[in-house]
């Protein structure tokens, strides 16, 4: 028999406050220039009554992948919808953030120069920050770091960087926050130069968090970005679900070392501003074939397992805050959704 619960509105004490931005979302960024990205589910594997191809590596990975045209952002319905939020960040990063070339002058024809996966013209920069505008947002960026910027012996540069946010100040929409590279726990897979490490890393995080501070000194410094926690031995994939099995291992097989969070953060000296990780409750559908451990059954959604994860992840990222940014914000800047939505975690 349903029961009526009366609240009293009056006396209540407040527990906290939130950031007004608490719900925001990713684009990524190529999604802005056009690129590869997921494909699109099939009605029936939406529907359930399709499976997905078995993925053993990584060219089953990019199979598992199409080509996409840039977004519209100047779409009214978008635009309408994305207002309705409210007040938000807007993250343009990604994986391919980090091998995108900022094509301003118009020089390349389109083709990316050797080193970089993608071509960012001015056109469609200028499209982000109206749309930025439009909704009322603020913008965080990840900048490039690809072997087309520099080799991992030679340190970052900000040749390509100094382009973005110039652009940005010069169109009146600045760059409000930054982080420097999308999951550099994965280092070369998430597109940094070949036999890059941690210590690279951290040598370049410095570079570009200096370089920010004397050039942008209102523009929020954010990381490290990665996917895991302080703890030495949860790096991305190491997921505790429903098999409770470590994952690890497989995905450094799939896709080469990965670093924990203080193997990043060690020995570095530029301060985050605020502390920002990744957080996946596991693997999809179209990945379950190959981390099988990292892939929750559907009739789990609604678990009590399934739904601690978020909150054991956020947890699990508290000594890494206290440690590298004490008494800072922790922002989850990416998590999955349509579009991938992330949130701020409060103190």
């Known amino acids: 028999m349903a029961q009526q619960v009366k609240l009293q509105a009056d006396g209540l004490r407040e527990l906290r406050r939130v950031d007004e931005r608490l719900m925001s979302y990713n684009v990524e960024m190529t999604e802005v220039t056009g690129g590869t990205f997921w494909k699109e ?3 029936g594997q939406i529907a359930g009554t399709e499976g997905f191809p078995p993925s053993k590596g990584l ?6 992948m199409q080509v996409y045209p840039p977004v519209n952002l100047y779409d009214e319905k978008l635009r309408a919808l994305a207002k309705e939020f409210g007040p938000v960040w807007v993250r343009v990063s990604g994986t391919w953030a980090s091998k995108t070339y900022y094509d301003f002058d118009g020089t390349t024809g389109g083709k990316a120069p050797e080193g970089y996966q993608s071509v960012l013209t001015k056109e469609q920069w200028i499209g982000v920050l109206d749309f930025v505008k439009e909704i009322g947002a603020k913008l965080l960026i990840s900048v490039a770091n690809c072997a087309g910027l520099h080799s991992a012996d030679e340190p970052w540069n900000p040749s390509e960087t100094e382009k973005i946010f110039a652009l940005s100040k ?7 926050a930054a982080e420097f590279m999308n999951e550099p726990n994965m280092l070369q897979f998430s597109g940094a130069p ?13 570079l570009f968090f200096a370089w920010v501070r004397e050039n942008y000194p209102d523009t929020l410094l954010v990381g490290p970005c990665n996917t895991g926690s302080a703890d030495e031995d949860e790096t991305l994939g190491a997921i505790s679900n429903n098999n409770s ?5 497989c995905i450094a097989d799939l896709m080469g070392e990965v670093a924990s969070l203080h193997d990043l953060m060690r020995g570095t000296k530029e301060k985050l501003d605020v502390y920002s990780y990744h957080y996946y409750n596991g693997i999809s559908e179209r990945l379950a074939s190959v981390m099988p451990g990292a892939h929750w059954d559907p009739s789990k959604a609604h678990t009590e397992a399934y739904l601690a994860v978020a909150g054991s992840s956020a947890r699990a990222n508290v000594p890494g805050r206290d440690q590298y940014c004490p008494g800072g914000q922790t922002w989850v800047t990416e998590t999955p959704g349509l579009p991938p939505i ?5 103190r």
Do not use: H, L, M, S
Not at 59 to 64: K, L, R, S, Y
Not at 194 to 206: L, M
Not at 342 to 346: G, L, N, Q, V
């Open 41 to 43: 589910y099939t009605p």
């Open 59 to 64: 060219e089953d990975i990019a199979n598992a």
């Open 170 to 176: 010069e169109y009146g929409v600045p760059i409000d």
């Open 194 to 206: 070949a036999g890059y490490t941690a210590a690279d890393y951290a040598r370049d995080q410095d």
């Open 245 to 249: 099995d470590k994952q690890g291992g």
């Open 342 to 346: 992330w949130t701020f975690c409060a």
